[in-house]
């Protein structure tokens, strides 16, 4: 399998991996949320994937910006009818993957990647805002004109400042999980991939552990976000509580249901981390 | 999304569908033969979609025969460790895709899709066989020669008796659901979309409807061949008791798991029909 079949299917693998309790899996859903949207999301997203492998389809040798590749990843993802399913997994999966097709899967390689961006990739991330409804924060009010819900009506913005994506994405590095992958070389990616390479059994499981592991470390910033940090301290904990045994786990997959807890960034988080895991031949 | 898209997402909604009793669904799986399998099938599978849709990729005038694209999606999808999970399923997504992108998705279209197979396209059929084991009855004496077991060695004895893939199709089209297809123009997949088309409600949920009313009209060929034809029929009148509701089948997806009841020709019929139902604009 190539890099882009590996992201597409860390997609799969990371809805289809259950309990991992708050988030939408093959057991549990919403009704305008369902887990097929999730399957066509990751579908839908494979043109932004292949052009974030350096592949658009035509001349050899114009390399796609990052930016491009995302922003097509997230139109693609965003044709089915539970809107926003995948937009923060393809942030994450975007840079791997063009790590991983110029040989520089690491923290090192993606470091090159993500410091190689431009501000035309940070044109491409704030038009990606267009297709879907993201959760985010206010910014601070000196950073207004850069909010991303103004979508493409921040580029002039971006030209102006000459703001790259990599610097967009040190903006909300401190509370913004993704971000903060982006600007630490994908540190808990990483990280989190060799745990699931020391792991046994099914992968499914293994990423339903990771999972239960990464949200018992650090607050997940969606749940911050949504519910306040204090809350999203809590929600660690109890997933902490769990010691990552997948049955108790199901139990706190139903009460964060029942409460619409959703740690979504710590599901980010465990699509880069599959990615990484099949490129480094754990099996399926 | 173009109909490689579409066919590999209905691959991926098969599997997702449930209860579909007495196959793998999201809620039910076997330890050597589990929900993922599924996933990365129709993921592997992709290239051999591809072909079927005409493009190999290079040359724009050079149109991949159907025999090589069924083996080389065979051959993607087995990189797994499942075996053979959707075979029958590409055996049937082949000629549609043919047709969808050639703007014949109807009865006469894939009709005239099969009929101009070749015998290299049989030749690409016989040797898709070698990528894993699928379960097929023994053929007659007189044609042992051909039984599909023997894989590319059936090769000579094709091109001696200028056998086309859909002479081979009719061979076991009385005893073989999916040949049965091929034969006539796909007329069970059609009335299949129909009625999924004129359902309502999630298009999970319809396809497990529809693959109620499929296996309830006609005894599943694989049932028959591992259990008998008697079996196939009882199995078969249990699941038009169930009347298409979909909590009764869940009980029967439990009997039919305990057993090990597999109408895997039926499911293969459902893939079938989520690929002409998506080209037909069912949105998901």
């Not at 090192?108 to 410091?115: D, I, P, Y």
């Not at 409804?133 to 991303?148: Q, Y």
Request: proline letters at 5%; glycine letters at 10%.
């Amino acid at each position: 399998m190539t890099p882009v079949d590996h992201a597409q299917l860390a997609l799969h693998l990371e809805v289809a991996s259950t309990p991992k309790p708050g988030n939408v899996d093959r057991h549990r859903e919403y009704d305008d949320l369902r887990f097929e949207h999730f399957l066509a999301g990751a579908v839908g997203a494979r043109p932004g994937l292949r052009l974030a492998a350096g592949n658009d389809g035509g001349d050899p040798d114009s390399i796609p910006g990052l930016g491009d590749a995302f922003e097509r990843g997230v139109r693609g993802m965003s044709q089915q009818d539970g809107d926003n399913t995948q937009f923060g997994c393809l942030l994450l999966l975007v840079p791997l993957v063009r790590a991983a097709t110029t040989d520089r899967l690491s923290q090192s390689g993606v470091t090159s990647v993500t410091a190689a961006t431009t501000v035309d990739d940070a044109a491409g991330f704030y038009r990606a805002f267009e297709y879907v409804d993201v959760a985010v924060d206010d910014p601070p009010p000196e950073a207004d004109a850069l909010d991303v819900r103004r979508g493409g009506d921040a580029v002039p913005t971006l030209r102006e400042r000459g703001l790259t994506l990599a610097d967009v994405m040190a903006l909300s590095a401190d509370r913004d999980g993704n971000a903060s992958e982006w600007t630490t070389g994908f540190e808990r990616t990483f990280r989190a991939a060799d745990r699931v390479l020391a792991d046994d059994g099914p992968i499914t499981d293994r990423l339903a552990r990771v999972f239960l592991d990464c949200l018992a470390e650090r607050p997940d910033t969606l749940v911050a976000i949504e519910h306040g940090e204090e809350r999203a301290r809590a929600v660690s904990r109890r997933a902490a509580d769990v010691q990552g045994d997948l049955d108790a786990a199901a139990d706190l997959a139903d009460a964060f249901h029942e409460e619409g807890i959703n740690p979504g960034t710590t599901a980010d988080l465990v699509a880069a981390t599959a990615f990484v895991a099949l490129e480094w031949g754990v099996r399926v």
